[in-house]
């Protein structure tokens, strides 16, 4: 069945965050699996209620609060998109299209989605500060927060015109015992008993994976991608001003911070390189074996079987052409785009 006569479809662009512990994944689970993605949650915030209960302000020409719209949290847990479904004030059903899609563990600074919203005739799209507001007030999960929303063309599509990805992953030294590392700390970095890293050798070894390359040799199975090729822009190796979690009694603990940046990355591609130059830093292997790895395009090979954790990895930033990556740093929210990556 076609639009309705005289409806009105928006596209939005939202950017969101989130830890990624509890959750399997950004994606959406569909069906009765007890595992639950971002987008369980997510696309169930944004549904408005029936009609019967909307309240809007007659001749309004933009929508008013959260509160005026009649939106009001459930009680009850995430629904599945299917439930949400029925419950959305729009003519077609509410679906996040994913800019970059993290595997379950894996946490997001500042990711980014497209959605259409296709309001009943006669009423006006809603702005992009009450889309964003309506989606905080009713997540039902308090490890997702959204950042902020921008209207967007009609054909803008967030993971194919998205130029630039970039990830973090985040190493600590000197954690001999778990029960060492902060609690505020756990799950979001990787513990490494050692008491240092050969920094040096880490960036000498970095320094092989810059530029386009064939990185099948650290591509996990299960990449729906058609070609392995990809440009690797940057790849630092930089300490860690320190957390703001530890005690002055846990000197010991240095913190380190690796980012990659790219536009598009294979599935598990930056916690396999990741796994490679903490190697290095460790000293079971050396930089030239880095090249080596890289060019025998095998991910079965005998050095290919390190994946570093997912609790250390945090996507932090998804650009756009004419739209920055970090939306606080955007000042204008009407401005639009001018122009998937697989999971890591």
Request: proline fraction near 8%.
């Amino acid at each position: 069945m076609g639009p309705a006569s005289g409806s009105v479809t928006a596209r939005y662009l939202v950017y969101f965050q989130y830890l990624g512990t509890d959750f399997n994944g950004v994606a959406a689970v569909r069906g009765s699996q007890r595992a639950v993605g971002v987008l369980n949650y997510l696309e169930v915030s944004s549904a408005c209620p029936p009609p019967a209960v909307e309240r809007e302000r007659p001749g309004a020409g933009t929508c008013g609060s959260p509160r005026a719209l009649g939106l009001r949290p459930s009680p009850q847990g995430a629904l599945s998109p299917q439930e949400a479904a029925k419950r959305l004030n729009s003519v077609v059903p509410v679906r996040f299209t994913i800019s970059s899609r993290t595997d379950a563990g894996v946490h997001a600074l500042s990711n980014a989605a497209h959605l259409d919203v296709q309001r009943r005739s006669g009423q006006p799209p809603f702005s992009p500060e009450v889309l964003a507001e309506a989606l905080n007030a009713h997540v039902r999960h308090p490890a997702i927060r959204v950042l902020q929303a921008f209207r967007v063309p009609s054909d803008f599509h967030a993971r194919h015109a998205a130029t630039s990805r970039t990830y973090l992953y985040r190493l600590v030294t000197g954690c001999h015992r778990p029960d060492q590392l902060s609690v505020f700390e756990r799950n979001r970095c990787w513990p490494l008993r050692a008491d240092c890293l050969d920094v040096d050798a880490m960036q000498e070894a970095a320094q092989h994976l810059l530029g386009t390359h064939d990185f099948r040799a650290f591509q996990s199975a299960g990449s729906p991608t058609t070609s392995s090729v990809r440009t690797l822009r940057r790849a630092s190796v930089s300490p860690d001003p320190g957390s703001p979690f530890v005690l002055a009694q846990e000197k010991r603990l240095h913190f380190w911070n690796l980012e990659f940046e790219s536009r598009s990355f294979l599935y598990r591609q930056v916690r396999r390189m990741t796994a490679v130059l903490v190697a290095v830093g460790l000293g079971a292997l050396r930089p030239a074996q880095v090249k080596v790895i890289l060019e025998s395009r095998d991910p079965l090979g005998r050095h290919q079987a390190r994946v570093a954790p997912a609790h250390g990895l945090f996507l932090k930033s998804v650009l756009y052409e004419n739209l920055g990556g970090n939306p606080a740093c955007v000042q204008q929210e009407s401005q639009g785009p001018g122009g998937r990556e697989t999971p890591d």
